[in-house]
């Protein structure tokens, strides 16, 4: 009596296979968890920084919304780590796993490259401003 096909989303992993998903899953949790770390400085930092140290409000304003974002993308690996765990896991439902993996690291990228524009657009106008005065 057959069992019937195989379930269409199973990727059957090697040992060696599982052992490099099961690296990827601690390396991206290492990864998530010092950039919530850092977030998590920058976040209390802004605020002290502004009220015990002196430093200015819009200083201490750009910390704590850099301490927000690089939180967000320790939360976006985070999800990362553990698609990357389950893959390893649980064979039968790799596909989507994986499928998870590469949505959450295009959305991390994204953020990244949003960041960057956004940060080249604020240096370039910092530069004008700088040469026209």
Partial sequence: MSSGAAPK???PFTPDQKQVV????FATQMVAGLLLLLGA????????????LGAGFFG???TLVQGVLTAIL???????????K????????GGNHLRNVAKN???F???QLALAVVIGLVVLFRLLAWWFA
Wanted: no cysteine; charged share 5%; aromatic share 14%.
């Fill in 22 to 25: 099961g690296n990827l899953a």
């Fill in 60 to 62: 201490a304003l750009l």
């Fill in 9 to 11: 989303e199973m990727l």
């Fill in 109 to 111: 990228y994204q953020f």
């Fill in 41 to 52: 400085a920058h976040i209390v930092g802004g605020p002290v920084a502004w009220l015990w």
């Fill in 105 to 107: 690291l295009t959305a």
């Fill in 86 to 93: 389950l893959l390893g896991q649980f064979p039968q439902y």
């Fill in 74 to 84: 320790g939360l976006v690996m985070l999800a990362v780590s553990s698609d990357f």
